[in-house]
């Protein structure tokens, strides 16, 4: 167990058994925030915005508004829908997908306070259907009176704010406190902390979480220095997540990978918190295959050469396809939500959408018209696995199956 796992589950463990009281405690250790329990829960609906905060312009209001029509407009269209299946007559089979009950999304608020990733937490939600959500927010900023998270907030119908942050937040949304039910399902991006806990969480029954979250990263691949400006902008920008991320950029073009590592090697190393690097292949075909290999949380296709390889990409979190298409797009308004898989998650697992916010389950109707011959084949291989019992009960129904069947 690591460091960060001790921490983690000393907080969990402390705030399943003191509650709340832990949870304000632990805000006073790691943020320097005095909170009483009265400050731990606000309704943005009950707030004004400061005079003397920061403003609602237009400009921001309409940026706001833009986003959640687009963020809105994806997850309404890709929402999963039930369906229905009639293998045979007597077999009415069904695929349902109905809304989680109650949701907790985490929205980071540390050094730079996200408030796009509540737009892309918050839309998915309420598209999925899901009534009932309540978002985390760090008090290290206060927001409780900023105009501009206030809109967005009263625009997304949130009507419950958690002013905790880290581990403890999301320990107090999987526990609950007097006053506050626990939450069904943890959404949202985080720092390790707040990813380890939302993994302990899970691993101890109590939520259901939506990605495994690490450290931003991206992967660009081109061969076209025309796209230099643009490609170098995507690296800085990914590099600018914080001390963790990594951008790396792929091309089986020297000169390009030259050009690249000459201007990196320019940089002040102070002005970047990530790190980026340059890999060269010999062909695109090895290119695809590093890209398929780390799939990396965004992958960038940039000229002819490189976008022809969307088609054979199997693993990434988001592919942004033509140098228009940059992740910074993706981050704010392009519509799919930008909390996605890092560190090679993306192999096996997809980014936060509709889905997420959903469960799937089936239906199964059997009539007395279904055909003997599908309970005999169903009893035939639990004679087989040695289950009598589940045997019989199949034999009990193809006999009462006959029985009505030659009664009518």
């Known amino acids: 167990m690591n460091d960060v796992q001790k ?13 709340i009281e832990a949870a304000l405690s632990y805000t006073s250790l790691y943020d320097g925030v005095q909170l009483e329990p009265s400050d731990v829960l606000w309704d943005p609906f009950d707030r004004m915005p400061a005079e003397d905060g920061p403003p609602l312009t237009s400009e921001i209001q309409e940026a706001i508004d833009f986003a ?21 007559p007597g077999l009415a089979l069904e695929e349902r997908f ?21 737009l ?39 009507h419950e704010v958690v002013n905790l942050g ?46 495994s979250a690490g450290p931003s990263e991206v992967m660009i691949i081109s061969t076209m220095g025309d796209y230099f400006d643009v490609i170098m902008e995507d690296l800085l920008a990914q590099a600018e997540h ?5 951008g790396v950029f792929v091309s089986w073009n020297p000169d390009l990978a030259d ?39 965004h992958l960038g296709l940039m000229g002819p050469d490189a976008e022809s390889l969307l088609d054979a990409v199997r693993t990434a979190g988001a592919v942004f396809v033509g140098p228009v298409a940059g992740q910074a797009l993706g981050d704010y308004v392009a519509g799919p939500s930008h909390v996605l898989p890092t560190g090679g998650a993306g192999r096996f697992q997809s980014g936060l959408s509709t889905r997420t916010f959903m469960r799937r389950f089936s239906v199964i109707r059997a009539a007395p018209t279904l055909s003997s011959k599908t309970l005999e084949m169903g009893a035939a291989l639990a ?26």
């Not at 914080?242 to 990594?246: L, S």
């Open 383 to 408: 004679a087989l696995e040695g289950l009598q019992h589940h045997e019989a009960s199949l034999r009990l129904r193809i006999k009462t199956l006959m029985t009505s069947t030659e009664s009518r």
């Open 120 to 158: 892309m937490t918050a839309v998915p939600a309420r598209m999925a259907g899901v009534k009932d959500i309540v978002v985390a927010v760090s008090p290290q900023r206060a927001i409780r009176q900023d105009a501009r998270w206030l809109y967005a907030l009263q625009k997304l119908r949130i």
């Open 259 to 297: 050009r690249v590592e000459n201007y990196l090697a320019e940089l002040n190393p102070e002005s970047l918190m990530g790190t980026v690097r340059v890999i060269r292949t010999s062909t695109r075909e090895e290119a695809l295959e590093m890209a398929n290999t780390m799939a990396p949380e």
């Open 68 to 88: 959640i029509d687009r963020i809105g407009r994806f997850h309404g269209e890709t929402r999963p829908q039930s369906i229905e299946v009639a293998p045979e």
């Open 166 to 211: 880290g581990a403890q937040a999301v320990g107090i949304l999987g526990y609950g406190f007097d006053g506050f039910l626990p939450v069904d399902l943890i959404a949202g991006p985080g720092n390790a902390y707040v990813t380890q806990a939302k993994e302990e969480l899970r691993r101890r029954g109590q939520v259901g979480i939506d990605v």
């Open 7 to 19: 921490t983690v589950t000393n907080i969990l463990d402390a705030i399943q058994a003191r509650g």
């Open 98 to 118: 109905v809304p989680m009950g109650r949701v907790g999304l985490y929205v980071p608020n540390g050094e730079y306070p996200l408030l796009s990733s509540l």
């Open 242 to 246: 914080g001390p963790g991320a990594v």
